[in-house]
């Protein structure tokens, strides 16, 4: 679509044009900060590309009249520097649930494959479950001892279950065929890989440590110690890990190259079950509230200062837009799928989705897709797409 000199993509909301000058050709341009409030914007020389973020979207899609976002160019020719100020509209977007996945009641934890065609899910009884997102049944395999949390590959290869009674993780094809098991430390709960996979990091509650596990070779290779850890997730580098101790109010912070542990207080309790969730870009830590609290922890990694969205009682898993601009946020006692904005960290929808949302969301890798995951099978795990308005 083509409006007044720029074009929209109207499924993307991408908009491109020119940026106006009286001699483009020997001129240079440049972005003037503070950029745009809802997006980003690229140029090359005096072509402008400006992406609306998720959030952006979605907030313009609840607005009554048309959304418009802008942003200032610097224009430096041979008469001197010249400010040219931008508006763009801002193509609005909304959300709706789209199925219901079959799957057996009552999983423990659950992860999606990279290129978003299956979700594993876990399960006490000794059950890992293969969900196929397209449809077509699932598959389940029984594991001899109590399946706790679930983490897949990059390259979607190797899935990897953790098994708390038994102080073990199996190491799984894609299609849940055993390849071996490696003995950790007691009682693991919450797994994490390296961004390049080559790393699988293990919360053992009752050992008071992570190891960090050569996933090729299913050696360990550290032994950290950290009291009671039950969650944890690696920060986009791979420089560092974040875990949630016991049922505190505090998060430990893991340097992997130094092997020094930082604790930073939080002001809230964290609940044993709940995920912890690194921005794309490293910048901020999000941590659900424990039991009986109402909020959804920000943590600024420059500084660890700790800001918080408020949510429906019980919040009990939180997952990133892959732009950054959007929390998902699942609570228990809402029985829904609370949308909010990552940078000002106020809610802008609620999707209700199934009963009792006890695990954390999962957005697929362009981001157009969420799962929320219930305790009542296919009743529970609920697709929710983006769509255009």
Known sequence: MTNGGITVDAATGVVRGIVPAESPETSTFSLKFPGPRHGLVSLMHDTFVYTPTQAGRLRAGFTAGADTDSFTVRVTGEHGTSLVELTVPVTPSRVVVANALEAPVYPAA????????????????????????????????????????????????????????????TVRDADGNLVRTDRVGDEPWGIALSPDGSRLYVANHASDSVTATNTATGQVETVLRVDGPWTLAVSPGGEKLYVSIGESQQLGILDLQSHSVEVIPLPKPVWHLSNIAPSRDGSRVYIPGGFAQTVVMAMNTADNSVATASVPMDPSGVAVSPDGSLLYATSVQSDALHLIDAWTLRQITTIPVSDETFYSPFVSRDGNRVYAIGKNGSAGVVAVDFVQL
């Open 110 to 169: 659950a992860a999606l494959s990279p290129d978003g065609s299956r979700l594993y899910l876990t399960y006490y009884t000794g059950t890992l479950a293969i969900t196929p997102v397209a449809g077509g049944g699932v598959r389940t395999i029984a594991i001899p001892t109590r399946a706790s949390a679930v983490a897949v590959s990059p390259d979607g290869q190797r899935v990897y279950v953790s098994h708390s009674d038994s102080g073990t993780v």
